[in-house]
């Protein structure tokens, strides 16, 4: 069986891994600034905030909760689906290794064992490197998926407090 070495390059797992530790490493700073910037005016407004800083200390909460549930719901229909593609791809394996064993168990020859045995392993080595790349590639569209609610908040209020 000829096998394909193009791969797509928006697909190949180690970019998408590396994207994801590059917006992972935009929310760490961006976090960094809007926390200093609420601690710093929490500080500044001491036991009696005005009525801005009671609405920005209000929104905190409210955001986090928003980004989170939009997380979850965004990682729960990935899941979903992933499970679905290894479902489909379990059962590909089984039958293709139920055949493997078919045609191994009906060898008249120890030849023929031999050459269905080599053939068995080839076919099971190669959809074992075939499943890893497009595996890891769905796992990090996942976590890509779960971080974007938060990225999107996290880059949003950056932005704003810088200009307040």
């Known amino acids: 069986m000829k096998r394909s070495t193009h791969y797509n390059m928006s697909s190949h797992p180690f970019l998408i891994w590396s994207g994801l530790a590059f917006k992972t490493g935009e929310i760490m700073l961006a976090s960094a600034q809007v926390i200093r910037h609420r601690v710093t005016r929490m500080a500044l407004a001491g036991p009696t905030p005005n009525a801005s800083d009671q609405r920005e200390f209000s929104l905190m909460t409210g955001e986090k909760i928003a980004a989170a549930a939009e997380s979850v ?12 593609q290894l479902g489909v791809l379990a059962f590909k394996q089984f039958l293709t290794g139920a055949g493997a064993t078919l045609s191994l168990a009906s060898s008249s020859t120890a030849a023929q064992s031999a050459a269905q045995q080599a053939r068995l392993a080839r076919n099971t080595i190669a ?19 779960g971080l974007k609610p938060v990225h999107a908040r996290v880059r949003k209020n950056a932005k704003r407090l810088r200009r307040s």
Not at 73 to 84: E, G, I, K
Not at 130 to 143: E, G, H, N, W, Y
């Open 73 to 84: 719901q965004a990682m729960a229909l990935s899941v979903f689906r992933l499970n679905q």
């Open 127 to 145: 959809n074992s490197a075939d499943a890893m790349p497009r595996i890891s590639t769905s796992v990090a569209r996942l976590v890509q998926k």
